[in-house]
């Protein structure tokens, strides 16, 4: 299945793009998916306890299976004003 | 006749009735000024108490005129008007979200605006606090933004609150406003506000801008709306705070949410339109805007989640270090990585440089002169300004060790035998000495023991040694 990430602030930065497709097996849930962002940007582990996740444009609590389509979106907050 | 009569006062009262439904009044102001400037009415007084009397929104003829292209709006009215006439903003932070924000406000008629910063104005402030102004430069941003809101509308009430937001103040401030616009740039203000808002049973507007981005939320608005900390419980470490003085920030970006923060401070207080419930992510690179439904309150949450009594307790209790003027300029806390013997002073750096500052031959051949001398900036940066001879090297924690062995030849060029040049200092500078630190442990490790970080960085470069040096 198809899942596309979304990356804001200093995730993006991390990241060094704004957005991925990735190509997922079945059966992968939002847990997995950030560990295997984790381990392709492991600078994303220090920013990870701070990080908002959205699925589909939902605030996200906890863990959620992912079907093909799904966005997750990952959001720091930021402070500067 | 008496027919007619009475149609044409069924019609009167029609109209008036339309008139009364948008809000609008239906005295008739032109024939009131008319009779001031005491020119003949047609009206006897009785008939003009009557006609004055089905104004009850409480504006004057004078409010109607100015607030009347947002008043003429069908879903706004001089309902909507008289409300923002008789409420109160608070806007937190002065700078590229407050600025617009309480420009918009004053413009709209808000009744009441609080302005809290215990900031100065810099020069390097103004490419987007677009409220204060080169004149201002150098003084209280509260004073200059009080001034420029006096200018555009006198009519409405100002409070220029100076001493910034603190522990002690928080609470106060906040119960005295029916909205508060959370426009500061550092996350213990934004947590300290949130917390007296939440105690407070107050609003929250939050905005934030940074780079080329943008987010806004409403929080703690009704009993079902979470608060910032349900959606981000665990504040970030030091280091891992995006500050504009380090990432920089594109003006209009803090500029497009600053407006949007005034936007729904007006739609709370008037009932227009549907108030925020999503966190809105601004992408100007994109110019896309995202949306997150924001979350119900959570029960277990620090602040939402707590007694109000005991949020007040807590905040009583807040670390007043975090709020200083000084935490929120210094930048990243300094490190203290190396011994002293591996640091240098910028002032005993300077001596060791070409005495032609700024004319000195060629980057990168600092070696020549006896030293090497490596800037460990971003590109960007470097191209702002850097000492003669310095060569750009920039500092990655995963891979500036790769920088080794150019440096060791450049230290020991294998061509020389006179043993004095084989054993050439490297100096280590960036924009305040934490990564010219780090990179200079990584030359330790390696065993070129001859290096050297400047102390400071070119912050105290500048400080020291060259006041023409840029500041940034």
Not at chain 2, 358 to 385: N, T
Request: hydrophobic share 40%.
């Amino acid at each position: 299945m198809k899942v596309q990430v979304m990356f804001f602030a200093s995730a993006r930065e991390v990241a060094g793009v704004s957005n991925v497709e990735l190509q997922l097996d079945e059966g992968t849930d939002t847990q997995i998916l950030l560990r295997t962002l984790v381990s392709q940007y492991p600078t994303l582990n220090e920013i990870l306890p701070t990080i908002v996740i959205a699925l589909n444009e939902e605030y996200l609590e906890g863990t959620s299976s992912l079907k093909d389509g799904d966005c997750v979106a990952l959001i720091p907050p930021i402070s500067g004003g | 006749m008496e027919a007619e009569l009475e149609k044409a006062k069924e019609e009167i009262r029609r109209l008036r009735n339309i008139l009364d439904v948008n809000g609008i009044s239906s005295e008739p102001v032109g024939v009131v000024e008319a009779d001031a400037a005491g020119t003949c009415s047609p009206f006897n007084d009785e008939v003009k108490d009557r006609w004055r009397s089905v104004s009850e929104h409480g504006l004057s003829a004078e409010d109607i005129s100015r607030y009347s292209r947002q008043i003429i709006m069908p879903g706004f009215t001089a309902q909507g008007q008289a409300k923002l006439k008789n409420a109160s903003v608070l806007v937190v932070g002065l700078g590229g979200l407050g600025s617009p924000a309480a420009l918009y406000l004053t413009a709209a008629g808000i009744g009441r605006l609080g302005l809290v910063d215990s900031d100065m104005v810099e020069a390097s402030n103004l490419h987007r606090q677009v409220i204060h102004s080169e004149r201002t430069v150098g003084t209280p941003k509260v004073d200059s933004a009080a001034a420029a809101c006096r200018a555009l509308n006198s009519s409405i009430t100002i409070s220029a609150h100076h001493h910034g937001l603190s522990p002690d103040n928080a609470l106060q401030l906040v119960q005295s406003y029916d909205v508060v616009l959370d426009c500061t740039d550092n996350p213990p203000s934004r947590y300290l506000l949130n917390d007296a808002c939440v105690a407070s049973n107050c609003p929250l507007v939050s905005g934030a801008g940074i780079g080329l981005e943008g987010q806004l939320a409403v929080y703690n608005y009704g009993q079902e709306s979470c608060c910032y900390r349900c959606m981000f419980p665990t504040p970030r470490q030091a280091g891992q705070c995006q500050r504009c003085a380090d990432a920089g920030v594109l003006g209009v970006v803090p500029g497009i949410i600053g407006c949007m923060q005034a936007l729904e401070a007006i739609k709370i207080i008037t009932g227009v339109g549907t108030v925020l419930t999503k966190l809105l992510l601004f992408d100007a690179s994109a110019a896309s805007f995202h949306g997150m439904k924001l979350p119900a309150r959570k029960p277990g949450c620090a602040a939402c989640g707590t007694s109000p009594t005991e949020l007040r307790a807590r905040i009583g209790a807040m670390d007043r270090k975090a709020f200083t003027a000084e935490a929120h300029d210094a930048g990243p806390t300094p490190l203290s990585l190396l011994a002293s013997t591996a640091r240098i002073a910028a002032a005993d750096l300077a001596a060791k440089l070409p005495p032609a500052h700024g004319a000195s031959p060629g980057c990168s051949e600092s070696y020549k002169e006896g030293y090497v001398l490596v800037d460990v900036r971003p590109p960007h940066e470097f191209a702002f300004g850097s000492l003669p001879g310095a060569m750009n090297l920039p500092w990655s924690q995963s891979s500036w060790s790769a920088h080794v062995p150019e440096l060791l030849r450049l230290c020991a060029p294998a061509e020389e035998a006179d043993a004095k040049a084989a054993s050439r200092p490297i100096f280590v500078i960036c924009r305040r000495g934490n990564d010219s630190q780090r990179a200079v442990s990584v030359l330790h490790d390696a065993g070129l023991k001859d290096a050297y970080d400047v102390k400071g960085g070119l912050v105290a470069w500048r400080a020291d040694v060259d006041p023409e040096f840029p500041a940034y």
